[in-house]
């Protein structure tokens, strides 16, 4: 098979990425953030994102082809996210892509960003933690994928890259980075809340404080016979509200708010259910080769449970490396490549991108 080289462009929320790869070999993952931006309003800012993507579009495309020593002319195909996403974010990214396209008479792919996050793992070296596999250049046969980020958290299970792919499950409220992002701001911690949560939990008592795993009573989980409608689904805002409640308990009897320990027992909470529904759905669904991405798979106790629960499971954890993980182009023109080596024809340049794409 020919080993297309492929540009792709992510635009759908806070990074502008723009990645290269020949088939399944990474040639650069070039990525410009606007997060600093964002930290005085303690989240993402969809405008302000926008623009960033505008300023920093095309400088980024320049360094990416810079450093991966190719010509616009070189590239066999573009690739673009156009959706799941912020619309106006996604606008810019799909807009570029779209004329330069048309500008360089290159064939345009329409990249669903969650599809995205699995197909990384298919390049050489990707696939990380594990024991060899995606990276094999094929996809293990029962995998799944499990993306956990602050818009996504998700449990997948991937027939083929290119055309079956179906969510078993999914947060029916706050993304998981969400809540860790909302708590950090109630305990002071700052933006964005996850690493600062990471951090301080190492230093507290998980068990101080017990708090709930959302949608685990029985009406909601059922059995593996009798699935409940919520048995793989997560919900993390009622937790964020047991957070607020237990901070104002300390305050009202004017005691100090031991904030480590409040974060590690938050943090326990978020990664006990995360892992415990998503090897749950595995087993039930036969899913042998789990791949971890999103942002939030920089958590440390994430990692290690996910890590010791798919072991007592019998499923082959893939962890890509962390710049792999977190929202990036290279992932785009992976699974862009992934089309192409499939034989699936582009999309033309009429497509629009689509804020809540499935
Ligand atoms: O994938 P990502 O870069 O962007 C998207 O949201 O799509 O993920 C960012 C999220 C933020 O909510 C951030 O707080 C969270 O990932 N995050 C973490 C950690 N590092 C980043 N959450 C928990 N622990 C971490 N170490
Ligand atoms: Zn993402």
């Not at 992932?331 to 499935?358: C, E, H, K, N, T």
Request: hydrophobic share 40%; with cysteine.
């Amino acid at each position: 098979t020919i080993q297309p080289l492929v540009l792709g462009i992510e635009s759908s929320c806070d990074e502008t990425g723009v990645g290269i790869v020949r088939g399944t070999t990474l040639l650069t993952n070039t990525v410009s953030s606007s997060m600093d931006e964002h930290v005085r309003f303690g989240g993402v800012i969809p405008e302000i994102a926008s623009r960033a993507h505008l300023d920093a579009f095309v400088p980024t495309l320049q360094e990416a082809l810079h450093e991966a020593g190719v010509a616009l002319d070189d590239i066999d195909a573009i690739a673009v996210t156009s959706g799941p996403g912020l619309a106006g974010a996604l606008m810019v990214g799909v807009c570029a892509a779209k004329a330069l396209s048309v500008a360089t008479g290159k064939p345009l792919y329409a990249i669903n960003h969650l599809v995205a996050h699995v197909g990384v793992g298919l390049l050489d070296g990707a696939a990380g933690g594990g024991t060899g596999g995606l990276s094999d250049g094929r996809l293990p046969e029962n995998l799944g994928a499990l993306l956990v980020s602050g818009g996504h958290t998700e449990i997948l299970r991937i027939r083929s890259i290119t055309d079956d792919v179906e969510m078993l499950g999914s947060t029916i409220d706050d993304a998981a980075g969400e809540a860790y992002d909302k708590v950090a701001r109630l305990l002071g911690l700052g933006y964005p809340g996850g690493p600062a949560i990471d951090k301080l939990a190492k230093q507290g008592n998980a068990k101080a404080i017990r708090f709930p795993r959302g949608l685990t009573q029985p009406k909601y989980m059922g059995t593996a016979e009798e699935p409940g409608p919520h048995r793989y689904d997560w919900s993390f805002s009622g937790l964020k509200t047991a957070v607020a409640r237990c901070v104002e308990q300390f305050e009202a009897r004017g005691e100090e708010v031991p904030t480590a320990d409040i974060a590690a027992a938050f943090q326990e909470a978020v990664v006990d259910v995360i892992t415990s529904k998503a090897v749950l759905a595995c087993k039930e669904n036969g899913i042998t080769d789990l791949l971890l991405g999103g942002g939030v798979a920089a958590n440390s106790r994430l990692r290690e449970l996910t890590g010791q629960r798919c072991s007592s499971a019998g499923i082959t954890l893939h962890v890509p490396p962390l710049p792999l993980c977190t929202d990036n182009g290279a992932m785009v023109a992976a699974l862009g490549s992934q089309l192409i080596m499939a034989g699936i024809a582009p999309s033309g340049v009429a497509f629009a991108p689509d804020s809540s794409l499935p």
